[in-house]
């Protein structure tokens, strides 16, 4: 399978963006999908994941801000990013889990900057 994520970009605090990871092969198959970021210089980090029976699981920072979503019919899966911070500047991957098999999608850069 391939991941290719999309929709970064720059915004002001307080903005919103909304990621897509469009895979290139139906998403039914993947237990657990979801985006992980990483910021200069830190490790990468959990953002949000989906389970295939639509259970969400977040990371205390971005709780009641982002949203993560899945369209089966388009293999895509979704990030919605309200409020943003610029805390939240990194490069966000997004992946997909199948057995014990994880495939990651090529990042995309979100800079929330002033």
């Known amino acids: 399978v391939q991941l290719q994520a999309s929709g970064g970009g720059l915004v002001q605090p307080g903005g919103s963006l909304r990621l897509s990871c469009a895979a290139s092969?139906?998403?039914?198959?993947?237990?657990?999908m979801g985006w992980y970021r990483q910021a200069p210089g830190k490790q990468r980090d959990k953002v949000a994941t989906?389970?295939?029976?639509?259970?969400?699981n977040y990371a205390a920072s971005v709780k009641d801000r982002f949203t993560i979503s899945r369209d089966n019919a388009k293999n895509t899966v979704y990030l919605q990013m309200n409020s943003l911070k610029p805390e939240d500047t990194a490069v966000y991957y997004c992946?997909?889990?199948?057995?014990?098999?994880?495939?990651w999608g090529q990042g995309t850069l979100v800079t929330v900057s002033s």
């Open positions: 092969e139906s998403i039914f198959s993947f237990y657990l």
């Open positions: 989906m389970t295939s029976g639509g259970s969400t």
């Open positions: 992946f997909a889990r199948k057995l014990a098999l994880d495939t």
